[in-house]
């Protein structure tokens, strides 16, 4: 069994480079496929410097066609019995493939999620090697000491040399912050210890996730209509059909960001309507409900409230008499589904 590892990027070159790195120094090797979806950066350059180091393929589009087109390509390119979608903003472990690897091995037709951290000091930097920072940023990290911007970066010898030192730097999520940490925390509880739950694909990642090649292309891959959720949606569509979300357990990625706050699927709401055109079914109806639930000052009412997968397992089944309709309007920004 062999796995390659799909990679999306978009005007990211400098953090591709990191990425690119860690990939380079796995135990396990894998082929890569970097889908550039209409850079005007650097990229190409940073890809050409790994000819030779990897074994790569580059595939570059004139203009961007989304996150979900991307990584379609990509898993279209690969020449694995496994393929892994990461993001060009994002570090792997060096033992990443091989977790990912041993995982399938013992489950087939496993759709793997690994552990996703994230590495908030990179927020305010054009290039984490440097700690050259964005332009809107310049100020905030001139203004720093020497010695504060290279707490700041991230560097190709410490992936190489030090990679613990990074480690210790990371926080568990995505993104940083209470909300993201905790819907991680939620998550990961869920895939550990509710391996049986119908609703294990809400605990999809959108890097850091893996499935069997064949399988994946043959139910279509990602939806090219969705640039958020596509991966929820996906492993839904896939665990009908009779993979099974689990964990791989030390697979780790580390999210270098490069924004405040995170990608809230409770203010950007697009994806929801595709979703549930899809999947009419009270579990992604009740999605919504169970993020806002978990939220400070939550508007959901007490009785309505969905702390946990388990808890929107049951809660999808119907059976408590709550019209989820009105709970849904309570939330703002939250648009009504119909059906």
């Not at 010898?157 to 030192?165: G, V």
């Not at 409230?305 to 089944?317: F, K, Q």
Request: charged share 25%; glycine share 8%; with cysteine.
């Amino acid at each position: 069994m062999k796995c390659s590892v799909a990679i999306r990027s978009l005007n990211e070159a400098d953090r591709l480079r990191l990425t690119l790195t860690s990939l380079a120094c796995q135990s396990v090797m894998a082929d890569v496929v970097v889908v550039d979806d209409g850079s005007s950066d650097h990229t190409q350059s940073v890809v050409n410097e790994f000819q030779g180091r990897l074994p790569l393929q580059s595939i570059a589009h004139p203009k961007p066609q989304g996150r979900s087109a991307a990584s379609n390509v990509g898993a279209v390119a690969a020449r694995g019995d496994i393929v892994i979608f990461l993001d060009g903003d994002t570090l792997a472990h060096p033992r990443l493939v091989e977790h990912h690897l041993a995982a399938h091995r013992k489950q087939p037709g496993l759709l793997g999620r690994g552990e996703t951290h994230n590495l908030r000091c990179t927020r305010f930097l054009q290039d984490p090697e440097t700690a050259t920072p964005r332009p809107e940023e310049a100020g905030r990290v001139n203004a720093m000491s020497e010695g504060e911007k290279a707490r700041l970066k991230v560097t190709q010898n410490q992936i190489e040399q030090d990679f613990s030192s990074i480690e210790k730097r990371a926080a568990p999520g995505v993104y940083p912050g209470a909300g993201p940490r905790k819907l991680y925390e939620l998550e990961i509880d869920a895939l550990k210890n509710h391996r049986d739950s119908a609703v294990l694909w809400a605990a999809s990642s959108g890097a850091n996730f893996s499935a069997p090649r064949d399988t994946f292309l043959a139910a279509g891959g990602f939806d090219e209509d969705m640039h958020q959720n596509e991966h929820r949606e996906c492993a839904l569509r896939l665990c009908q059909e009779g993979a099974q979300m689990g964990l791989v357990e030390g697979a780790r990625t580390y999210h270098m960001t490069h924004q405040s706050g995170w990608r809230d699927p409770l203010t950007e709401v697009g994806w929801e309507r595709l979703f549930y055109a899809r999947h009419p079914i009270l579990a992604v109806k009740l999605l919504c409900v169970f993020w806002a639930s978990i939220s400070d000052n939550s508007p959901v009412p007490p009785e309505a409230r969905i702390h946990s997968l388990p808890e929107l397992e049951d809660r999808a089944r119907g059976l408590d008499g709550i019209d989820y309709d009105a709970v849904r309007s309570a939330i703002p920004g939250i648009p009504p589904l119909v059906g």
